[in-house]
Each structure stands twice: as C-alpha cells, then as structure tokens.
C-alpha cells in the first residue's frame, strides 16, 4: 500500500506518555487531568444508561444535547445557532476538526495554519488532498503571538480556509480582540472559510474573555466552531465536542459526518445535557485552573526555566537554554528519563524542522503532583 501520510509516525504525546510510564516519571507532557471528573456527570451518564438510552441517537446528536449547547453558546457570546441546523455533536474536536476539513476543503486548495500547530491539523489537510500553507507565530517579550501580516501576505486565490486555535496548544496564547479584527480584516470580501479551534473556551486567565469566533457575526457566518467536552469537564477519555457552523456549512459538514461516525454515543450525550443545565462547572474553571498555573509558576520560578506567558489553555512553556543545549525532544527525553518529570518539546508543533529552546508542560493535574513535580524540577 502506498501510505497517504508518509510524515506521519506516532504522535509525540503518545511517545511521552509511554516514555514517563517506563520511567516511572511524573507525566507533565500529554494534555490530561489526573484527578477524576465530577461524580454528577457519572451519576448522569449511568442514569441515562439505565433508563435505556441505549440505542442510536439522531445522527447530529440528541436535541437535548444540541439544545443545551446553543443555549451556552448563546449566553456566553451572544450568537444563538439553530440546534436543529447549525449544531453537530462529534466523536471529540478531532473527529469535528478532520470532518471540517474534508467537507469543505477540495484538492489542490490552500489552507493555511498557524505554527506551532496541533497535530490533527496537517494530516487531516492531506487526507483532503489540500495544501497546507504555514505562517509561524512569532515569539517576544509578551510571548507567542500571531504576526497576522504575514497571515494576509500568505492569502492567494486558492486559499479555502485559515485554521486559527484560541486559547493555543501549545503556547497558551490566547486571541485577543485586535486578533480578531485582524482576522476579519483578511477575509472580509473573500469566501475564505475559517476553522476555529475552540476546545479551551472556558480556559481563559486573568478575567480576560474569551474571544469566540461566535461572538463576532461577521466572522461566524464562515466559521466551522469546534469545541470538547473532554476539556471542560475533565473527561478526555470520553472523546464527545461540537461543532458550531451555519446551516449551509453545517448541510456540508453532515454529509461527510453521517459516514465518517454517523453519531456520537447516546448515553453520554443525554449525561452531558442534564450536567450542562448547571452552568457552574464552566464558569468556575478558569479560576480553577487559574490556581494551578499560579502553583506550578511560582515553583518554575525558582528554577532555571524561562516563564513564557500562559493565558490560556492547561499548558505552561518554558525556555530551558540556561539549563540545557539539548534539542527539545532530546532534553524531553533527559528530563523524564534523569529528573523524572515529562513534558512535551514545541517543536513536534512544527512541521519545518524548529528548535525554539521551548518545551511544555501540562498543569492539568493534582496539587500534590504539582508539587511533586516541582520538587524534582527544583534541582534544575
Ligand atoms: N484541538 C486541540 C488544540 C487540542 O489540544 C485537542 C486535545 N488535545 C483537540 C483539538 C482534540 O480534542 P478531543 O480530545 O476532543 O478530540
Ligand atoms: N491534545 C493533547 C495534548 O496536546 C493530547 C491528545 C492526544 O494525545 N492526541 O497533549
């Protein structure tokens, strides 16, 4: 067989993972809670499968669910979606964000992405026989930031879509409104289509908002929005998010959803609709995490690490040039395998070969690990 992504291997969060187990090392790399989720989402989950919830649900998820949805999308940035057209439940953002693309990307298109970038973006760009066009952040003083010059420079008529990630994995950079405008400034006149990767909505620092593509009219009505339950919650195993779109693209975006899973699991659908009536657990995240980023960088900060800012996201990166001359993956390796902390190198975020200096870590975790880790990383 002749491959259809010969750059693809395993992914580094895979490798990271398996190489913090062998080492026994604390795993600060892949982005996932150690701490479980609420035991209400369970109990609304298991009393759903009991009643007999069981079967097949609608092919775009239940109306409960969708419903739900659109009222926290509504209440939160002003732009109602008709739960019956606009809104999809997926198999996790991933499964949203490949059939995004293959709905609406053809051959030979350009698509431009934003580096570093996750790894689902690339390949699902390939597999729809489109091009990848990369512009890469630019990294300063205030952090990673989008130089969105080059963004516009990088626009031919062949560009069918600009694939933008607020808050961002890797680098916790968040959009702000001067971002968005920039955005609207390079499509507006254009039927560019946008893909907004919105998984760490409900993950934003400081008491700033978060800049949902939703909330801008102008920006939503060619927007393809994905987010993850699996964040919010705490539940990444679970692999269930939405995408949010206008009918016309959410009329495409169906076409290729209906054969690629046709549906989402029942029970955790109607779980998640009963759990979402209480607002509470999203508006009470970014103070939650908030408090584990605050813990992790004050202990960094009495280590050799560079702090780059974290606005966003679970993630926190750092430079490590005063510590080590090792390539990112290298020093990834040494870090686990020699002071048993894993985290993740930036550069697997690069599809062009970049040494940045920058690794991440993931703050998802208990207190205690936390502290654990910054114990180990207080020799550095
Ligand atoms: N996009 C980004 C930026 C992510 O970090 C992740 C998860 N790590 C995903 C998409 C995929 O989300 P899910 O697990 O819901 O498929
Ligand atoms: N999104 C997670 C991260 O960035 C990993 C998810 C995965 O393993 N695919 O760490």
Redesign the pocket.
């Given at each position: 067989i002749v491959t259809k992504l010969p750059k693809v291997g395993t992914?580094i969060?895979?490798v990271m993972s398996a190489l913090a187990s062998e080492k026994g090392a604390v795993n600060l790399?892949?982005?996932?809670p150690d701490f479980h989720c609420d035991p209400a989402l369970v109990a609304a989950v298991t009393q759903a499968m009991q009643e007999g919830l069981n079967q097949y649900p609608p092919m775009a998820g239940v109306p409960v669910l969708r419903e739900a949805i659109a009222e926290k999308v509504e209440k939160l940035y002003g732009h109602r979606y008709d739960p019956v057209s606009e809104i999809t439940v997926t198999a996790g953002a991933?499964q949203g964000i490949l059939t995004s693309v293959l709905c609406a990307v053809h051959p030979g298109d350009e698509v431009i992405v934003i580096e570093p970038v996750?790894?689902?973006y690339v390949p699902a760009i390939e597999l729809a026989g489109g091009v990848p066009v990369f512009v890469q952040m630019e990294v300063g003083a205030q952090g990673y930031s989008i130089p969105w010059d080059k963004v516009k420079a990088a626009v031919t008529p062949k560009t069918r879509m600009i694939m933008v990630n607020t808050p961002h994995?890797?680098t916790g950079s968040v959009m702000r409104a001067a971002d968005v405008a920039a955005l609207a400034d390079i499509v507006r006149g254009t039927d560019i289509l946008i893909l907004s990767d919105e998984v760490y909505e409900h993950m934003v620092y400081d008491g700033q908002p978060h800049e949902s593509l939703a909330r801008h009219p102008e920006l939503a009505e060619r927007s393809f929005i994905n987010s993850s339950f699996g964040k919010t919650y705490h539940v990444?195993g679970w692999k269930v998010g939405y995408v949010a779109a206008p009918a016309a693209l959410t009329a495409e975006f169906r076409k290729v959803h209906q054969f690629n899973v046709f549906t989402v699991n029942t029970p955790v659908q109607y779980g998640l609709a009963a759990y979402m009536k209480d607002p509470a657990p999203y508006l009470d995240l970014p103070a939650f995490y908030q408090h584990k980023r605050d813990l992790f960088r004050t202990g960094l900060a009495n280590t050799r690490f560079e702090l780059l800012p974290s606005q966003g996201t679970y993630f926190q990166c750092v430079k490590y040039g005063a510590i080590s001359a090792l390539p990112e993956a290298e020093f990834c390796k040494w870090l686990t395998s020699e002071i048993g902390v894993a985290a993740?190198p930036v550069s697997a975020f690069y599809n062009t070969p970049r040494e940045s200096g920058i690794v991440r870590f993931?703050f998802a975790k208990k207190d205690e690990t936390l502290q654990l880790a910054l114990e180990r990383l207080a020799k550095l």
């Open positions: 992914t969060f895979t790399g892949q982005g996932f991933t996750y790894d689902c994995n890797p990444t993740i993931c």
